[in-house]
């Protein structure tokens, strides 16, 4: 009977940690910043939504990594909230006003509309190829 019952919540244990697992997603994208103030402000940023478990931003390479559980979180609100503390990333770029109160030494080199768009367009056919097919 115990051998039942230890089995029982093993079983369960298992089927809950693969569920909640299926549920968590990692991503990378590129956040502008320069300092290590940079990066409190946009970790900050990011872990201020409420699903997001984990976020990491490489000062040399500009990448965040985050974790997230994608019942809770909409990629877009992450990058809305980091804009907001006055970071550009690849779908919203910060107001000039929360740029322009970063430390100055903490200012980067501002990425343009344009550009943004053509890195990401690039990407995009590097990825799928010019007929937009994932190969």
């Not at 039942?4 to 590129?30: A, C, D, H, M, P």
């Not at 990401?120 to 990825?127: G, S």
Request: hydrophobic share 40%; charged share 30%; glycine share 6%.
């Amino acid at each position: 009977m115990k051998l039942k019952i230890i089995s029982l919540v093993v079983i369960s244990v298992l089927v809950t940690t693969t569920l909640i697992g299926q549920t968590e997603k990692r991503e990378n994208f590129k956040v502008a910043g320069k300092c290590d103030l940079s990066k409190l402000h946009i970790e900050n940023a990011a872990k201020s939504i409420i699903g997001v478990s984990n976020a990491v931003w490489d000062k040399e390479s500009q990448i965040l990594e985050i974790r997230y559980d994608t019942t809770k979180v909409q990629i877009h609100k992450v990058h809305k909230a980091i804009a907001k503390a006055g970071h550009d990333t690849r779908m919203y770029r910060a107001r000039k006003n929360k740029y322009e109160e970063l430390l100055v030494g903490c200012r980067y080199k501002r990425i343009s509309k344009s550009e943004m768009y053509k890195k990401e367009r690039f990407r995009w056919i590097a990825r799928t190829g010019p007929l937009g097919i994932e190969f």
